[in-house]
């Protein structure tokens, strides 16, 4: 069973950076799509980054929330199997519970494999 472990929360001022990180359990080249999702209290769970396969191994397709866009990098280390979230000039509303996610299919929407999150608090 595939398993993805996040990493790389704490607390931060808002303004400063943090990177984090997702490690799977099997070779991540077996997924079509791996990205990031973050839920706060009282809300839905949202998209904040994905990576897709442009190729057999390129992975050229980013996608990002408008709220991210510009301050996010979605990245993804084939050789360690491990996706990767850099957070530029976090903001308060940056807090959540951030997850990983991967699919290995084609259908729309997040899939199947979940970390169990890792909390990023933006506070002053």
């Known amino acids: 069973q595939v398993q993805l472990v996040e990493s790389g929360g704490g607390v931060v001022l808002p303004g400063t950076s943090l990177t984090l990180s997702c490690e799977a359990s099997e070779n991540i080249l077996k997924f079509n799509t791996m990205g990031w999702y973050r839920q706060s209290p009282g809300k839905e769970r949202e998209m904040v980054a994905v990576?897709?396969?442009?190729?057999?191994?390129?992975?050229?397709?980013?996608n990002y929330a408008d709220s991210v866009r510009g301050r996010f990098t979605v990245s993804r280390d084939n050789r360690k199997n491990t996706l990767y979230l850099q957070m530029n000039r976090l903001k308060l509303e940056d807090t959540a519970t951030y997850y990983c996610?991967?699919?290995?299919?084609?259908?729309?929407?997040?899939?199947?494999?979940w970390g169990q999150g890792t909390q990023v608090t933006v506070s002053e």
């Open positions: 996610n991967a699919k290995d299919n084609l259908r729309i929407g997040p899939g199947p494999y």
């Open positions: 990576i897709t396969k442009g190729g057999a191994t390129d992975y050229r397709l980013m």
